[in-house]
Structures are given as structure tokens and as C-alpha cells.
């Protein structure tokens, strides 16, 4: 199944000036990419339409005692009613990206957002070729920020001096959780920022998430320091 690919969407075009311009920007840049980007994901989704007609099949497909499929069906159609009613009251509202950084200067945006997988093609697809794809991607985007910040970055673990498995310790993990860095998969210090890739995997039947980051280099320090302490306590 290696010709089945998992993404749902993601940012796949001129990687190396994408990221030139994601690193040299500034904040209200960023939210300015960010924009782009989510409109750019907003046109991958399916539309309301697509969605009623397919799931509509799929449960008439399921062959279930009529009582119990008008039941279904009638649940179906409100929950899609709902859908079409919140549509039309996001479309008249204007959306604006705030600018302004979260805590410790964190600013960031969606790169990409895989299928669910808990139907086929891709709940066939076995470990192994989810991981390649999705360390492909994440060495494609690696690449081209390190090519525009000139140096190639390291993993948590190296910044942090702890071997891989470390970082899944109870006590080292709980640091991590805190500030939103156990999605770190790879980071670069530059100046007083650190820019990062992230990945998010909540179940293994839920998307797989991956996103472009930047904070404070302070954040990362803070963490550094308290693995420190936990690692001289031991």
C-alpha cells in the first residue's frame, strides 16, 4: 500500500521559500502565513454535501432493521442541520488572526493533517508506513529550515542530554507536557528563538497533526534546567 498517501492536506510547495520567509518573519507575518495556510486547508476538506451523501450511504449500506435506521437516519440529518446552521454563521462572520504572540512569544501554524484511519484504505496501512510517511514529511520541512537558519537544528533528546527512551519517563514527561513540548521532533536556536516541528497523534485512529513552531528560547531553557535538577536529585 505504499502508493496511498496519508495526508489529507499539507504544505508541499517550495518548501525551501516557504520556510526562508516563515523564519525571517515577524509575528503579525507569521499570523499572515497562518491565514494562508488555513485557507489553503479549509479548500482540502470535503464539503458538507459530500459528507451527508457518503455517510447517508454508508449507514443505508449497513442493512440494520428499519426502525433502527430511520432512528439513525433522522440523528444524522439534525447533526448535519446543525453543520449547515454553524457553516452559515461562520460565513458571516469576519475571522481575524490575532497577531499578537501566546505565552512565552509562542506563535505558530498548521503544516499538515493526515486522514483518519479508522477505515480503509488507511486502516490497512501498517505501522511502519504511516511512521516513513509521516518522517518523510518532517525531513522535507527539517531541510528547508535548516537550509534558511544556516545550521541543521537537533532533536529534544541532544538538547536536552538525554538518550531517546528518556524523554518517556513519568517524571522527565510531565516537564515536557507542561509548556506543550513532548510534540517536539526537531529544534533550531536562533538568536533568542526557538523555532521547532511538532507532531500530534492523539489515537491511533485520529489525524496526525504536524506544525511549524516558534517561542522564546527562555521556554526551552526553563526546561532544560528542571530536567537538569530532576536528573542530579536521582
Known amino acids: 500500500m505504499g502508493n496511498i498517501s496519508i495526508w489529507r492536506w499539507a ?6 521559500a516557504f520556510f526562508a520567509r516563515l523564519v525571517r518573519a515577524d509575528d503579525a507575518e507569521v499570523a499572515a502565513i497562518a ?13 458538507l454535501d ?30 448535519m442541520q446543525e453543520a449547515r446552521e454553524e457553516e452559515a454563521r461562520a460565513a458571516t462572520e469576519e475571522e481575524e488572526f490575532d497577531p499578537m504572540p501566546g505565552p512565552n ?60 527512551d528518556a524523554l518517556w519517563e513519568d517524571a522527565v514527561f510531565d516537564i515536557l507536557v507542561e509548556p506543550g513540548l513532548d510534540a517536539v521532533m526537531r529544534m533550531w536556536i536562533t538568536g533568542d528563538l526557538v523555532l521547532y516541528l511538532g507532531q500530534w497523534h492523539e489515537d491511533k485512529e485520529l489525524p496526525i497533526d504536524l506544525e511549524f513552531n516558534r517561542v522564546h528560547v527562555a521556554l526551552f531553557e526553563g526546561v532544560k534546567a528542571q530536567v537538569a535538577a530532576l536528573r542530579h536529585s536521582d
Open 11 to 16: 504544505v508541499e510547495d517550495d518548501l525551501d
Open 35 to 47: 491565514a494562508e495556510v488555513a485557507a489553503q486547508e479549509a479548500e482540502s476538506l470535503p464539503s
Open 50 to 79: 459530500q459528507i451527508e451523501a457518503e455517510t447517508e450511504a454508508k449507514l443505508r449500506g449497513m442493512k440494520l432493521p428499519a426502525d433502527i435506521m430511520k432512528t439513525m437516519l433522522r440523528g444524522f440529518k439534525n447533526s
Open 105 to 164: 512569544g509562542r506563535v505558530g501554524l498548521a503544516l499538515a493533517s493526515s486522514h483518519m484511519f479508522y477505515e480503509d484504505p488507511y486502516a490497512s496501512l501498517g505501522y511502519e508506513e504511516i511512521e516513513g510517511q509521516v518522517n518523510a514529511l518532517l525531513a522535507r520541512y527539517g531541510a528547508a529550515i535548516s537550509k534558511a537558519v544556516g545550521h541543521p537544528g537537533q532533536t529534544l533528546p541532544e538538547y536536552l542530554g538525554l538518550a531517546e
